[in-house]
């Protein structure tokens, strides 16, 4: 199984709204990552997680923060977005962050921010 | 700095066509992972195949396979007999010692009825 589920496929949400994108898997992969993606443009590293560590790009905003409560589930909440934040949100995980492994996506959320 | 380049930014071909995607990549790196992904209009991202560095033997998932030239940075990917689900969106990627994945900026793929 190879297998990386998120939820919810589609979300709608006002620049005031507080929301959350969840993300799992079940392959016991050590890492985690979300991923933005603006239309026909190859995704962007927001945040890997791996062995209880986060990784931040550090272009990403604050109105973004991930939180992994365990190690199949990484949530990622958001706060005060902008219309601008509205893209496709990845998320991915492999086996070991320390090498170099094959990352494995779900199938994303679509996120509009209005 | 690494890089991965994807020249071709659309491509069409009739169906049953075979048709060769190109990618070519710099680092300083010996030993690396080179990955083709698809993202169809659902946008999910799929895995299509991957290479490990170290491996001469090109890399072959049933219609697809790849042709990758150590020496010259360059991994391309042919897709044979060619059919109308394999129309989307293909990136080239590259994965470096830090883990993190380095897109191309992809290659629209349309195969033609």
């Known amino acids: 199984d190879t297998e990386v589920t998120q939820t919810p496929k589609h979300l709608v949400m006002g620049m005031t709204n507080k929301k959350s994108l969840k993300c799992e898997q079940h392959?016991?992969?050590?890492?985690m990552y979300w991923y933005k993606q603006k239309a026909k443009k190859p995704p962007e590293l927001m945040f890997v997680?791996?062995?209880?560590?986060?990784?931040i790009n550090e272009s990403v905003p604050s109105r973004f923060s991930p939180e992994c409560p365990n190690s199949s589930l990484l949530n990622l909440h958001l706060h005060a977005l902008q219309p601008e934040d509205s893209a496709l949100y990845l998320c991915?995980?492999?086996?070991?962050?320390?090498?170099?492994?094959?990352?494995?996506f779900g199938p994303g959320t679509r996120l509009t921010v209005l | 700095a690494q890089t991965v380049t994807q020249s071709q930014p659309e491509m069409s071909v009739q169906e049953a066509e075979t048709v060769t995607l190109s990618c070519t990549y710099d680092?300083?790196?010996?030993?690396?992972?080179l990955f083709w992904y698809k993202q169809p209009p659902s946008r999910q991202m799929i895995l299509v195949i991957r290479?490990?560095?170290?491996?001469?033997q090109n890399a072959t998932e049933n219609r697809f396979s790849v042709n990758f030239q150590k020496a010259a940075k360059s991994f391309s990917l042919k897709i044979s007999d060619s059919q109308l689900g394999d129309t989307a969106m293909y990136f080239c990627?590259?994965?470096?010692?830090?883990?993190?994945?380095?897109f191309g900026k992809g290659t629209r793929l349309h195969i033609l009825p």
């Open positions: 991915a995980s492999s086996q070991d962050p320390f090498l170099e492994d094959t990352q494995y």
């Open positions: 392959m016991g992969h050590r890492a």
């Open positions: 997680y791996s062995y209880e560590k986060l990784s």
């Open positions: 680092t300083s790196e010996n030993n690396y992972y």
């Open positions: 290479q490990e560095a170290y491996k001469q």
């Open positions: 990627a590259f994965i470096n010692r830090d883990d993190k994945i380095i």
